[in-house]
């Protein structure tokens, strides 16, 4: 293929209004036009044959882990539509469903009712992984509670300005990758000693852990603050009362996750009055009203030495210790994970994040409006199957594949394996070389792409980066003789005869048989 004769504006310019250097290298690239009153990508034929390659991919997984390609056109419910027409005993299941849907896949993982599906779209995300990892990418899992069960993602680190990605969390030390609700399991308070005795002090107005801290001469690790939370309980309305160490904050996601429920949100003051005959500000573990649940966070027990409200306007209690002067209705991971707390595996300082989520699987409670799934069991009984929905997503990582700075696509996702820049002009012995070498590995079966246009130096130059196929030859004419500087995928640059290039390049597709698929 030509260049001149493809649709691909490269730019040496940004485009405006776009902030996502994916989107922008993209566009510079001519893999894609940006529309700004949408905010959409339109992908020209780079792109798009890039995405096919993606989606080639993402299918090729999905039939490794039995899945079954649906296409169920206009259908509302696409492919789940035909899983409810279907399923009708237990000896179906388990059952995996895919559909293309736009520039990505829907997925249905089907299974009796009570087993943990979410395993099956691991196993799919964790393959995925693995061909992501041998392409010189490095995907994270990240992992939330939800009422229901868990939500599961992969992604790609994505631009700081990364659009439609979502804020989380990273450990430049060890990889880890997460968001603020991320599981953080495994900390305690530790048992610092308990001799130290409770004791009131008179703390006018300090109704913060700031002010707390400042008037007690305490470090925030040193206070507990007791949150009252409302959480909807068969009909009506419970006010809990939550323990977390005062120097971290509470995760409503993981608190609503931990009761099962869609939302919790903090208490009124009148639902507080009623529960606790008293405001906020003061209020502490210690002699709560009989009945009230009383959930603490991982970190808090075992904790001793520290302070915590009195329930008392203008008094705290210092001395507190876990076990001696309160202990809780249950013990859980509450933490909202923010910048600079330790990494879950390795302790590290955490650091922001954008993360572009290219695969994600969560459960689903509810079948749309009008549809209705039942099997029956080897008994005979009328059951529910387990549902988890899913989506690999192409666009996500087309773009993930250019947050990279520069670095060449994947040989087998690229448009093109081989790109080939005469550095003369059209008469020249590099132009007369380039096109022998594009004819040589063309009929070899190769995608070969011949940047013919003869532009600026460079433009030329910069279309050499900005294209971002994995094998670049420039071709010039130095000496009176037609030489090759390679650029291959490991990074290696050669500077060759143009028939060692020739053979070099070859070998590194496969050699002249295509041998390796591509």
């Keep these: 293929m030509r260049l001149s004769r493809l649709l691909a504006p490269t730019s040496r310019s940004n485009p405006g ?10 566009v510079r690239g001519g893999y894609a036009l940006y529309e700004a009153a949408s ?12 995405l096919d390659n993606i989606l080639d991919l993402f299918e090729d997984l999905c039939l490794a882990e039995n899945g079954q390609a649906i296409d169920a056109g206009p259908v509302p419910g696409g492919a789940l539509a035909a899983a409810v027409r279907v399923v009708r005993q237990e000896e179906q299941l388990p059952l995996t469903l895919f559909e293309r849907r736009g520039r990505g896949f829907d997925l249905f993982w089907i299974d009796a009712e009570g087993d943990d599906v979410t395993d099956k ?16 990418l490095n995907p994270v899992l990240l992992e939330e509670r ?3 069960g868990r939500l599961v993602r992969l992604a790609l680190k994505g631009d700081d300005r990364a659009k439609d990605a979502v804020e989380g969390l990273r450990c430049p030390r060890c990889g ?3 968001t603020a609700h991320s599981p953080a399991p495994g900390r305690s308070g530790g048992c610092v000693s308990a001799s130290e005795a409770l004791r009131e002090a008179h703390t006018p107005g300090a109704d913060t852990i700031a002010e707390l801290c400042r008037q007690l001469n305490l470090p925030p690790e040193r206070t507990l603050k007791t949150m009252f939370y409302s959480v909807p309980r068969g009909g009506s309305r419970e006010v809990v009362a939550v323990l977390m160490r005062g120097d971290c904050k509470i995760s409503d996601a993981k608190l609503a996750a931990f009761f099962g429920v869609d939302e919790v949100r903090f208490a009124t003051s009148v639902e507080l009055h009623e529960t606790m005959g008293t405001l906020g500000g003061y ?3 210690v002699g709560l009203p009989e009945g009230v649940t009383l959930v603490a966070d991982e970190n808090v027990e075992g904790i001793a030495a520290v302070a915590i409200g009195a329930n008392r306007p203008d008094c705290h209690l210092t001395g507190a210790a876990w076990g001696r002067d309160f202990t809780a209705t249950a013990v859980t991971d509450l933490l909202a994970l923010e910048p600079g707390q330790a990494c879950p595996d390795c302790g590290s300082p955490l650091e922001t994040a954008r993360w572009r989520v290219i695969a994600e699987a969560e459960p689903l409670e509810r079948l749309p409006e009008g549809m209705e799934m039942t099997y029956r069991d080897g008994e005979r009984r009328s059951r529910k199957p387990s549902l988890v929905r899913g989506r690999l997503d192409g666009e996500a990582l087309l773009l993930g594949l250019f947050d990279r700075e520069g670095a060449p696509l994947p040989l087998d996702l690229a448009p093109f394996q081989v790109l080939v820049t005469p550095w003369g002009d059209p008469e020249s012995l590099s132009a007369q070389a380039a096109e022998r070498l594009h004819e040589t590995l063309s009929e070899a ?5 011949l940047d013919d246009r003869y532009a600026k130096a460079a433009a ?3 279309d050499f980066e900005s294209l971002a196929i994995p094998l670049r030859v420039a071709v010039d004419d130095a000496q009176g003789a037609a030489r090759a500087t390679l650029r291959l995928e490991e990074g290696e640059r050669l500077d060759l005869p143009l028939e060692d290039a020739a053979h070099a390049l070859l070998h590194a597709l496969g050699g002249p048989c295509g041998c390796d698929g591509h």
């Design 146 to 148: 939800l009422p229901s």
């Design 176 to 178: 880890w990758g997460g």
């Design 17 to 26: 209004k776009v902030k996502d250097g994916a989107v922008i290298a993209l």
């Design 445 to 449: 079966g190769f995608a070969v792409l």
């Design 121 to 136: 779209a691991l196993s799919l995300f964790e393959s995925l992984g693995s061909e992501l990892e041998s392409r010189d």
């Design 39 to 50: 905010q959409q990508m339109l992908l020209l034929p780079l792109g798009q044959v890039s």
């Design 460 to 462: 030329r130059e910069a």
């Design 283 to 285: 209020l502490g573990p």
